[in-house]
Structure formats: C-alpha cells, structure tokens
C-alpha cells in the first residue's frame, strides 16, 4: 500500500520534517492510498486481482497538532506519516470515501470481491 497526495506517491517520511510536511499537507487537500491484492488459488492455478483506492478528508491540522504527529516515531513508521488511527488525528478526520479498512491496509470488499471471482470460477 502506498500513499499519494497530488499525484505523487509518499513512501514512509524520511524524518520528523518530512512527517511534517506530509501531515500539513492533508489539511489542505484529500490524500489517497493504493492498495492491491493477488489471490491464488493453490488448487486450480487461478488467480484474481484488483486495486482499491480510498480518499481521506482531514480538515486543516493546528500547527501544534503537526508537530506532536510528527514527533510520533510510530506515525514516521507508515506511508505517508499517515495514520487514521491515530487520537490525535480524530478531531481533523472529516471523511473516508473507501472504508477505513483500506486505509489501514486491506480492502476486506476487494478481499471479498476477489474471493467470490475465485469460487465462482472466473479470474
């Protein structure tokens, strides 16, 4: 899974004033993540695939509230410095068109749609 913002794709923050940016950023205009599954059928040989992209609406971060992300080491450690999950990202989270399943790493509808694609037969 992968982040994007504007285009472009924002891997974990290199450090505290990467993390800093990125987080600022949210607040001014939805960021993104990628997430693709590949299933394998082991015992047919057949496999389905599929990407799933959900879009995340912060209202704008206090400058405060940046830092503390930023200095989070655990928020450092995800793609993008973003982190749904995170208390303090709570009273800023405005929408998630997608699911916050996906947003956390795995689209359980396009685990479900993949699945259905495997028993059904078709890939």
Same mark, same amino acid.
Request: glycine share 10%.
């Given at each position: 899974?992968?982040?994007?913002?504007? @285009?472009?794709?924002?891997?974990?923050?290199?450090?505290?004033?990467?993390?800093?940016?990125?987080?600022?950023?949210? @607040?001014?205009?939805?960021?993104?993540?990628?997430?693709?599954?590949?299933?394998?059928?082991?015992?047919?040989?057949?496999?389905?695939?599929?990407?799933?992209?959900?879009?995340?609406?912060?209202?704008?971060?206090?400058?405060?509230?940046?830092?503390?992300?930023?200095?989070?080491?655990?928020?450092?450690?995800?793609?993008?410095?973003?982190?749904?999950?995170?208390?303090?990202?709570?009273?800023?989270?405005?929408?998630?068109?997608?699911?916050?399943?996906?947003?956390? @790493?795995?689209?359980?509808?396009?685990?479900?749609?993949?699945?259905?694609?495997?028993?059904?037969?078709?890939?």
């Amino acid at each position: 899974q992968v982040v994007t913002y504007n @285009g472009a794709v924002r891997e974990k923050p290199a450090d505290a004033d990467e993390a800093r940016a990125y987080i600022a950023d949210y @607040g001014l205009a939805p960021c993104s993540t990628v997430g693709a599954l590949v299933l394998h059928d082991a015992a047919s040989g057949r496999r389905a695939s599929g990407v799933h992209v959900a879009h995340i609406h912060f209202d704008p971060f206090p400058p405060a509230v940046v830092d503390a992300l930023a200095a989070d080491p655990v928020c450092r450690r995800c793609a993008g410095g973003l982190m749904v999950e995170h208390p303090a990202c709570a009273p800023y989270l405005r929408q998630i068109d997608g699911g916050v399943d996906s947003v956390m @790493g795995l689209s359980t509808r396009l685990l479900a749609t993949l699945l259905g694609s495997l028993s059904d037969g078709a890939s």
